[in-house]
């Protein structure tokens, strides 16, 4: 790590000398490895180690960026001139202010496991199998889908104002699909975890539930066309609210008025018990990180505290546009950070704050509803609207669950999403980058077929 830091200081050095008036380096060398089966037979499996180095210039307020493969002196200091020509050669830009400057990272603990330095390609082939036997336990499970990804890289960061520092990041993914079938019914289930340190009990877990769903799914009905509540499942909740407050509080959507949440700030979106939060420092989640992708000291960031929007998503590009501080929301890439494209804003850990409601509890508090377990479409950013297809729903009849729901869909505003929460579950899961319970919104109209 100490070479790393020492190379992305001397290059930063070099591009100064080459004309940049600021600029920053990051210094990469990453290890991972991947293993996918697809209908029970394995479909392939890699083990990439991927070293590079980033160049992002900048010059009257322009940027340029450039990036190489390897860490060969020569192509960084080719990859170094050409970010410095770029941003030379752009329009000057009166809204850049300046990059961070140096400051101590926070210390965060669980950022990487040592275990999985240790995993040969064979170990993660192992545990795709083993997940693929898991989920489909049953004499009704007639395919499966399952991958595991994991890995680790080692960075440095140093940019001049003087900032220069390092961190080791790993993490673990995995996915399963079971498709079940009993005459002419046939369903899938789907579960997936993530987490920066190897989690076995992952592996059972992620399996039983991918089979179990696609069993449960087999008893199905179809329901009519109208507004009923609907209990929304972690699984489906952090995909739904990762783009819906993730990207949604993106001050650069934000300032270019491409997000519902303009002009939002100090409103109240949501009820009393809506709390979220943006949160990097929380051990062994996938979004956590000591320093940011232009070295800003990790740090949580209320979002929504009692129902009111509290902040948005700042780098120091856009801080400096609105003269705000930076809330360290600098992203290169996600769990594992990658050399090859410039940084961009994205929330860390998207913490859902507990209420006191049991799924269960929330289920029988619905006398006539739906139950949403997954979905696999994103929200509308500019107009807050979003229509998506039910991929695993369930009726809800006098407080119990009924058949999954087939050929349903779910349209709704995300500013009525918001306000018509009227239970949060005391129970979490991490899904998507987002850390939440179980929630349930009054009313929604769900599209179905008579």
């Not at 400057?101 to 240790?118: M, N, Q, W, Y």
């Not at 179990?212 to 009923?228: F, N, P, S, V």
């Not at 029988?364 to 107009?383: F, H, I, M, Q, S």
């Amino acid at each position: 790590m100490t070479d790393m830091i020492q190379l992305a200081e001397r290059t930063v050095k070099y591009a100064m000398k080459c004309g940049a008036s600021c600029c920053d380096v990051l210094v990469t060398e990453s290890r991972y490895s991947s293993a996918e089966i697809e209908k029970g037979s394995m479909k392939q499996a890699n083990s990439v180690l991927d070293p590079g180095v980033a160049i992002r210039a900048f010059k009257n307020g322009c940027s340029g960026f450039s990036s190489c493969t390897g860490h060969d002196s020569h192509a960084i200091k080719t990859a170094a001139e050409l970010a410095v020509s770029l941003a030379k050669s752009g329009t000057p830009d009166p809204d850049f202010k300046d990059l961070p400057g140096s400051a101590r990272p926070f210390r965060v603990g669980g950022l990487c496991d040592k275990r999985i330095t240790g995993l040969q390609p064979a170990d993660i082939v192992a545990m795709a199998i083993e997940l693929s036997d898991i989920a489909g336990d049953d004499k009704r499970i007639t395919s499966v889908n399952a991958s595991v990804s994991v890995g680790e890289t080692g960075l440095a960061l140093a940019n001049s104002n003087g900032f220069s520092s390092s961190q080791k990041l790993s993490f673990c993914e995995m996915g399963a699909e079971s498709v079940a079938r009993s005459g002419a019914a046939m369903f899938s289930g789907f579960d997936a975890g993530s987490s920066r340190k190897l989690e076995k009990p992952m592996i059972a877990e992620v399996g039983r539930n991918s089979m179990e769903h696609a069993i449960l799914g087999l008893r199905q009905t179809k329901i009519q066309t109208g507004d009923y509540p609907v209990v929304i499942d972690p699984l489906a909740a952090g995909f739904v609210l990762s783009m819906a407050i993730g990207g949604g509080v993106n001050a650069e959507s934000i300032q270019r008025k491409r997000s519902y949440l303009v002009g939002k700030l100090g409103a109240k979106l949501g009820p009393p018990s809506l709390t979220i939060h943006d949160d990097p420092r929380i051990e062994w989640a996938t979004g956590s990180y000591s320093f940011d992708g232009e070295g800003t000291p990790s740090r949580l960031t209320p979002i929504i505290e009692k129902g009111v929007l509290k902040s948005y998503l700042y780098d120091s590009y856009t801080a400096g546009k609105d003269s705000v501080p930076s809330t360290g929301s600098s992203s290169r890439g996600g769990a594992i950070w990658s050399f090859r494209s410039p940084p961009s804003i994205s929330s860390s850990n998207l913490v859902v704050k507990k209420g006191d409601s049991s799924l269960a509890e929330m289920i029988e508090e619905t006398r006539k509803g739906v139950y949403l377990r997954l979905t696999y479409d994103y929200p509308n950013l500019a107009t807050g609207e979003f229509s998506g297809l039910m991929m695993e729903s369930y009726t809800i009849r006098h407080g119990e669950l009924g058949p999954s729901i087939r050929q349903a869909t779910m349209g709704i505003g995300l500013l009525d999403l918001l306000k018509r929460l009227d239970m949060i579950g005391k129970e979490s899961r991490d899904a998507f980058g987002v850390r939440t319970p179980a929630l349930r919104i009054s009313s929604a109209k769900i599209g179905g077929s008579s």
